[in-house]
Nanobody, 133 residues
Framework: QVQLVESGGGSVESGGSLRLSCVVS????????MGWFRQAPGKEREGVAV???????TYADSVKGRFTVSQDAAKNMLYLQMNSLKPEDTAMYYC???????????????????????????WGQGSQVTVSS
């Protein structure tokens, strides 16, 4: 069973920075999508940034140029560097992952990781980020 555990959330003033970390207990396949999602009170969960096993990244328009997703597969780690934080970034942040077997990949034209929560199998418990104005 894959387990994900986030850390690094907290409170920061507008314009500040935070770095979220997510440890992934095990990689079940060499091909995968991993990413960060967030959910503010009363709002739907939204994709923030995703990265695939080739290192290709996709960002939500609202965070482009401010957030950077990265990974260290050797350490089973996923990161989200958040700069120039705004009050509207306040949310619970979750890391998520899905793994794809060779058989599953053969049914795809290409592995394309999208920031859609329905496409992710494993989830962390969340880490709160609060940005004050």
């Amino acid at each position: 069973q894959v387990q994900l555990v986030e850390s690094g959330g907290g409170s920061v003033e507008s314009g500040g920075s935070l770095r979220l970390s997510c440890v992934v207990s095990t990689y079940t396949e060499a091909s995968y999508c991993m990413g960060w999602f967030r959910q503010a009170p009363g709002k739907e969960r939204e994709g923030v940034a995703v990265i695939d096993s080739h290192g290709d990244r996709t960002y939500a328009d609202s965070v482009k140029g401010r957030f950077t997703v990265s990974q260290d597969a050797a350490k089973n780690m996923l990161y989200l560097q958040m700069n120039s934080l705004k009050p509207e970034d306040t949310a619970m942040y979750y890391c998520a992952a899905s793994f794809y077997s060779v058989k599953a990949l053969s049914a795809m034209t290409v592995l394309a990781c999208a920031p859609r929560s329905s496409e992710y199998t494993y989830w962390g418990q969340g880490s709160q980020v609060t940005v004050s104005s």
